[in-house]
């Protein structure tokens, strides 16, 4: 089984920060998936990550999938008191199969 | 456009019962996938069905769970003589055939054992 480590696993901060989560693997997945998630609820898909080297953005929100297709980043820009969340990374091994998750970071942004 | 459904949101039973959760899938997704996911860790695999054939099982589903999706449409996922370590989420999520990398939660089942 594939493992993915994320950092930090906490993380609290003022509004109007920046900040980055990391993802990382020392095996290759065929995608990288973000999600968000609240207490009580489904995690959330953000975005999903195919080709070595791609970075996506979601408004404040970009990513980027490693080269090797094995680590991946999320960065927030000016960070609201709305992106407070579990932020989850999760590979796919293979295609269609199963997601491997990380342990998440949890984020708190103080108004 | 729904999204996945689970029901219940909730249940609270009493050791050794058995429970029967239910997934809706998005409609138009051949792929479904069940995860648990206890506190303060990431979901963990249980198992997936591509249309109704179970494509493989997680060591984590013991001999207690069964999963079925009959008609390749909504799962269910029972599990007999439940103990106290079964307490977690239990989440659905769906992917549609062309990328099937892009899994889609439901709102999750909470169990209780007590």
């Known amino acids: 089984t594939q493992l993915l480590e994320q950092s930090p696993q906490f993380l609290s901060i003022q509004e109007g920060e920046n900040l980055t989560v990391y993802c990382n693997s020392s095996?290759?997945?065929?995608?990288l998936q973000w999600y968000r998630q609240e207490p009580g609820e489904g995690p959330v898909l953000l975005v999903t990550?195919?080709?070595?080297?791609e970075v996506k953005k979601l408004k404040r929100l970009t990513f980027q999938f490693g080269d090797a297709r094995k680590d991946s980043s999320l960065h927030i820009t000016a960070a609201q008191p709305g992106d407070t969340g579990l932020y989850l990374c999760?590979?796919?091994?293979?295609?269609?199969?199963?997601?491997?998750f990380g342990e998440g970071t949890q984020l708190t942004v103080n108004p | 456009d729904t999204g996945v459904s689970q029901d219940p949101r909730h249940k609270i039973t009493k050791r050794g019962q058995n429970v029967t959760f239910r997934c809706d899938p998005i409609?138009?997704?051949?792929?479904l996938y069940w995860y648990r996911q206890t506190l303060g860790q990431g979901p963990e695999f249980l198992t997936y069905?591509?249309?109704?054939?179970?494509?493989?099982k997680s060591r984590l589903l013991s001999d207690r769970f069964s999963a079925e999706r009959p008609k390749g449409s909504f799962s269910t996922l029972e599990i007999q003589r439940t103990e106290q370590g079964d307490s977690a989420m239990y989440l659905c999520?769906?992917?549609?055939?062309?990328?099937?990398?892009?899994?889609?939660f439901g709102p999750g089942t909470r169990l209780t054992v007590t």
């Open positions: 095996s290759v997945f065929s995608s």
């Open positions: 999760a590979g796919e091994e293979t295609s269609g199969s199963r997601l491997t």
């Open positions: 069905f591509q249309n109704e054939a179970q494509l493989e």
């Open positions: 409609s138009e997704h051949n792929r």
């Open positions: 999520a769906s992917s549609p055939w062309d990328r099937l990398g892009e899994q889609y």
């Open positions: 990550v195919v080709t070595g080297g």
